[in-house]
């Protein structure tokens, strides 16, 4: 399940997995840029922070609309396995460096990190979105191209509310009054000032009750 997104960077992974909570909000995103919606009216929109976000990144949006059984899947999985997800994301992304597919080229940076593997924009105001074959990634090592490209860059704004926080096997949620701070990404995990940031739960995200008390999920790497 993990596999189509678990090499993306860590800001994008962090909008995805709350955004996948709330499908049907996707549904209306997705139809909303694509059919010409004004971007500058997204903030006013009645959707989720994170489906908001993810209004700013379309090719990633349409794919999530396109492919709604995933979308929903894994938003029942992270609701009720918030920590197995993120740690099936790591053992991914684990058997792509061992194969040395997982790099740090000009776009994005690869950090390991209190044995967690890391994946941060390069430029703070640009974010990436890796092109990857999940078939051949996890599992070939190279033999001279690259399998992983990266399209036009998209651009890091404040919409970006969510974080990763890899050791405690969740999200960091930042707010008004406590913004993420300058920097943050390329800080060590013992390094970063979380503050005040409150964790991502889904006791404060109530439109993601309707994915809950689907079964458990098997999450195969």
């Avoid at 492919?67 to 999985?77: S, V």
């Avoid at 994301?89 to 684990?94: F, G, K, P």
């Avoid at 209190?114 to 974010?127: F, K, L, R, S, Y």
């Amino acid at each position: 399940m993990l596999r189509p997104i678990a090499l993306y960077p860590d800001p994008l992974i962090a909008q995805i997995l709350p955004a996948s909570t709330v499908p049907t909000q996707i549904v209306l995103a997705d139809r909303y840029v694509s059919g010409g919606g004004d971007p500058n009216q997204i903030e006013q929109q009645a959707w989720d922070a994170s489906v908001k976000a993810m209004a700013r990144y379309t090719n990633v949006l349409k794919w999530m609309d396109d492919n709604l059984k995933w979308t929903t899947e894994l938003g029942q999985a992270f609701l009720n396995q918030q920590a197995e997800v993120m740690k099936s994301i790591q053992r991914l992304r684990a058997a792509a460096s061992k194969l040395g597919n997982l790099q740090s080229p000009p776009q994005q940076q690869v950090v390991a990190d209190a044995g967690n593997i890391e994946i941060v924009p390069a430029d703070p105001q640009m974010i990436y979105v890796p092109v990857y074959q999940p078939a051949q990634v996890y599992y070939d090592a190279p033999d001279g191209s690259p399998f992983i490209t990266f399209g036009l860059g998209w651009p890091i704004g404040p919409w970006l509310g969510y974080d990763c926080d890899w050791g405690n096997g969740g999200l960091i949620s930042w707010g008004r009054d406590h913004r993420r701070p300058f920097n943050w990404w390329l800080e060590s995990a013992r390094q970063r000032d979380m503050g005040h940031a409150a964790v991502w739960g889904a006791g404060h995200h109530p439109g993601a009750f309707a994915g809950r008390g689907a079964g458990r999920l098997a999450l195969p790497t």
